[in-house]
């Protein structure tokens, strides 16, 4: 069964301080899987997408990786910030017979405190 | 501009009563999409519109119908309605249909509460 499961469910950390965020999926076939950061009140929007081939992608103080060979993907947040806190959620690509569809996690609630 | 509005942002309303939330999208995209995000905020594909090509996810209510005049609005009309309705409604359209390779863009969501 396609599933993607976020860890931890949620996470209080000190503004200034690192934190990494973890997704294992069991989608096959992978094809790629992106993050999405989610504002209190807002709609999901798109951090960054980690294709089959890559390892490591930064975007700002945001850094994805993903394991495809032990099927982990990790979102490490550098130097926290107040406005960091909100949800961020993992979603894979799995290919079937009718096509292709997006299995989303349940994401990770980050509040960053002063 | 913002690329996916929908409206109301906030829906409150009687158990039976029927309701609608309407969307629209200025990006161009041919899919649009609803999804659920219920209280634990896990987001849950209702429907997804493509090209005209209507996907319904099978664990829906017949209650809940999309209508989409074009390709950039798609509504979704609620009848009858009940007390584990109330969530927050999301709009999204995509360039293509159901890859990460093609990033959701959402709307800032409907919360709707059945009183």
Known sequence: KNQVEQSPQSLIILEGKNCTLQCNYTVSPFSNLRWYKQDTGRGPVSLTIMTFSENTKSNGRYTATLDADTKQSSLHITASQLSDSASYICVVSAANQAGTALIFGKGTTLSVSS | ?115
């Open chain 2, 1 to 115: 501009d913002t690329a996916v509005s929908q409206t109301p942002k906030y829906l409150v309303t009687q158990m039976g009563n029927d309701k609608s939330i309407k969307c629209e999208q200025n990006l161009g995209h041919d899919t649009m999409y609803w999804y659920k995000q219920d209280s634990k905020k896990f987001l849950k594909i209702m429907f997804s519109y493509n090209n005209k090509e209507l996907i319904i996810n099978e664990t829906v209510p017949n209650r809940f119908s999309p209508k989409s005049p074009d390709k950039a609005h798609l509504n979704l009309h609620i009848n009858s309605l009940e007390l584990g309705d109330s969530a927050v409604y999301f709009c999204a359209s995509s360039q293509v249909h159901g890859t990460v390779s093609s990033p959701l863009h959402f709307g800032n969501g409907t919360r709707l509460t059945v009183t």
